[in-house]
């Protein structure tokens, strides 16, 4: 999933596999985006374990000049590889 902060409405997700996944759930996760620093963190709720990645990238057309995103991995009743999904994340 790709999240990006929306200035008017905040926290939204722009792009997800598959379609079909609960909006609820991934909106619990979009949240993080309200973290001050680009960071690597593990989150679970129920059944459910997110992966996440929140970067920035440079934007003349956003607030700051820059773009808050974060991808995230999204895991259900699977074990994590944390040392090797945060690789993943950090080349994408």
Request: negative net charge; aromatic residues 12%; proline residues 3%.
């Amino acid at each position: 999933m790709l999240s990006y902060f929306d200035t008017r409405v905040g926290p939204k997700v722009f792009l997800k596999s598959p379609e079909n996944f609960e909006d609820e759930k991934l909106e619990r996760i979009t949240q993080f985006l309200d973290l001050d620093t680009e960071a690597f963190f593990i989150h679970e709720f129920d059944k459910i374990k997110s992966i996440n990645y929140k970067f920035e990238i440079p934007s003349r057309r956003a607030r700051g000049n820059v773009e808050s995103l974060m991808i995230s991995i999204i895991l259900i009743d699977e074990e994590l590889q944390s040392d090797l999904l945060k690789e993943i994340l950090e080349q994408f």
